[in-house]
């Protein structure tokens, strides 16, 4: 049987690699001390931070939602970058935080920024969420299905914190980060090593579904963990992922100037550090402290301050480093701008 003749059809294409153009940031107005938090979990600030690492987290006024702070950081990516936004054809939000089911915050973004008519579309990968962005805007762009993307990672987990619960609820912040990806001379993203466990779904999540609380079986739904079983995760099994992502890049831990997981746990980041076998000449992003735990938007808001208080990072490598509730991971080499 010969084929159906027909024209050939066009595919796009794209060019040889990308790079980070420039970051932006916005965090949640208030800032939230330990001692703001420890009476509903019966503990103490000292509690608080020998076990994350955390002094104070940034939140989000009442009226402020995940759509303003994804809005504000575009923004301020955007114009370091200096790209006209009509430039921008794709914009990728990820989030857990979206206020409706739908539309998504990537089309609302994109519009408030001035990308309007870019494709659009959200994430929902959690911590890992951004690092997936980052892939997929690396990926598109190679392809030649954009030309410009803005990556977003932005979260308002201040919705979803039940004050009484102990696993999670001080850990969380408000924010998001932003950056700009678009066409380069030379290799800025490298190869991700992504994937999933989904048989650990449990480990960190919603304790409820939105009908259950609609049916008035539930109080509002909220984020919960088995802290342990997270730690366990995060510290062994990730630390083997960031060692895979270096061996992807074709690069040693020696040749980083920065280490920027995302940003869960301070005990966490020190046992990927030794692990790593990070020397000193790597600087380690510990935003938690004063920002918290930020979840999609923890690992650009930390790059946006890593870059600001050390300048001199710029052009060289970072590790990054993104993992939660799926259970789900992602990791990649970019060059910093």
Request: charged share 20%.
């Amino acid at each position: 049987m010969t084929a159906t003749a027909h024209p050939t059809l066009r595919q796009a294409t794209g060019p040889a690699y990308t790079r980070v153009l420039a970051y932006g940031a916005a965090r949640g107005e208030v800032s939230v001390p330990n001692e703001a938090l420890i009476g509903p979990i019966d503990s103490s600030d000292e509690w608080i931070q020998q076990r994350t690492g955390i002094i104070t987290r940034m939140r989000a006024e009442h009226d402020t939602d995940a759509i303003d702070l994804a809005t504000a950081a575009g923004d301020e990516a955007i114009a370091s970058a200096g790209i006209d936004p009509a430039l921008i054809d794709l914009v990728i939000v990820a989030t857990v935080s979206n206020p409706k089911q739908t539309p998504s915050v990537s089309a609302i973004v994109a519009d408030r920024v001035g990308a309007n008519p870019a494709a659009a579309y959200d994430v929902n990968a959690a911590c890992a969420g951004y690092a997936y962005a980052v892939a997929q805007a690396d990926a598109l762009i190679r392809s030649g299905a954009a030309k410009y993307a803005l990556v977003i990672g932005a979260e308002k987990l201040s919705d979803v914190v039940d004050p009484t619960d102990r696993s999670i609820s001080f850990l969380l912040g408000d924010g998001a980060g932003a950056a700009l990806i678009g066409p380069s001379e030379y290799p800025g993203i490298s190869a991700t090593v992504w994937g999933s466990d989904g048989s650990k779904a449990d480990a960190v999540g919603m304790n409820a579904t939105l009908t259950q609380f609609r049916d008035g079986e539930v109080p509002w739904p909220t984020l919960r963990q088995e802290g342990q079983t997270v730690f366990r995760w995060a510290v062994w099994e990730m630390a083997k992922v960031a060692k895979r992502a270096l061996e992807e890049a074709g690069i040693e831990a020696s040749d980083l100037a920065a280490f920027i997981p995302h940003q869960a746990n301070m005990r966490i980041i020190d046992q990927f550090a030794k692990q790593l076998k990070l020397p000193d000449t790597v600087k380690i992003a510990r935003d938690i402290e004063t920002t918290g735990n930020t979840s999609a938007a923890s690992i650009p808001l930390a790059t946006h301050r890593l870059l600001k208080e050390n300048p001199e990072l710029s052009g060289g490598l970072a590790l990054q480093i993104g993992f939660g509730a799926g259970l789900v991971f992602g990791a990649q080499v970019i060059v910093l701008p």
